[in-house]
């Protein structure tokens, strides 16, 4: 019995496919301990510390002692409370909407709004290098699904001219893309949706807290609020919570409440959660140096992974200026290396060195660019940022 597992593991194993865990002892948001070795964290999406804030981890245990740490029951039953509340009002000003709607992941929230909002005759269509909880929303909705090359507007463009005559069209893109660090060019996909009559939706998983003046997304950073129909986000990154949102339209917000499944056959967020991701937001507009921070190290790994001169595969993306230098505005730096065993090695050799970078395999990323990616928090210093830079020129010379 069930000799294709066998089968199907080993062949992991053998293309290097193979994902397995490590234990996490200890965890202060820059360091990490796995199986008691400490090392520096360049693998969570903790962007701003927020998950080990004093101010955070005070609201949630609170809020366990005042409601226990189990809601016990979905939203429509018993498990609706004064907290999940007081978070959808705060997430809705924070991203300058009427409502919000908070889902248990982020992962739920893009399942639930995507097959809430479109059906048989309609069209949704995505960008190729959207997350996967985008992708298995597309599969489970019953609309067409369309897909374009990433931050390609003429591959774009010509997808929304191929589907006129379909009801309704949706077009979804993350923000910022969550393996390769790059933002979605907003304008003009704003400007081709208004074109052809489509609904717009982005993922601000990695942009929530991250970009923008005031950390409020791509909106914000483009000079766009409230442009977009449907701001999808997620508490469980930059907020240090768990947990997913949808922020739009009264109407829009009604509409999920009623109709997206993921939303209502499932057990709320428990409350401590929504007590962490609220003290979360207060904090992102008590201490903007957190913010300023994380900039500053954005900046300063432009300019360090800029300089390094590795073997490794060209990447695809437009992150180098005509001048050949770094201009990412995210604090995810892929380093394509390209075969999959070779990347895990390397990650594998940074880890004795006493950094944690992940590396990044098919099927998350396109076959052939398996990659280490590097995040970056505004807890790093200056000195963690240099010496990750001269190991990585090491392991990976020129
Ligand atoms: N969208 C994107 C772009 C993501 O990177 C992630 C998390 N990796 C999600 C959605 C899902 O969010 P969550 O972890 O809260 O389920």
Redesign the pocket.
Known sequence: MLEFIDQELEALKQTGLYRSFKTVTNSTGRLIEIDGKKLLNFCSNNYLGLANHPLVIAAANTATSEFGFGAGASRLISGNTLLHEKLEKKLAAFKGREEALVFS???LA?LGVISALTGENDTIIIDRLN?A?IIDACRLSKARLQVYKHRDLASLEAVLKRSAKCQKRLIVT?SIF?MDGDLAPLPEILSLAKKYDAVTMI?E??ATGTIGPRGQGLEEYYNLKGQVDIIMG?L?KALGSL??FIAGEAKLIDHLRNKARSFIYTTALPPSACAAALAALEVIEAEPERKKRLQQNICLANTLLGNLRLNVAVSKEPRRSASGSLEQQSPIFPIIIGDNERTMRVSQQLYERGFYVSAIRPPTVPDGEARLRITLTSEHTKEDLECLASSLQELIPA
Do not use: C, K, M, R
């Open positions: 992941t982020g992962y893009n997350h909880s993350d969550s993922d998983a990695h997620t469980s947990g997913g």
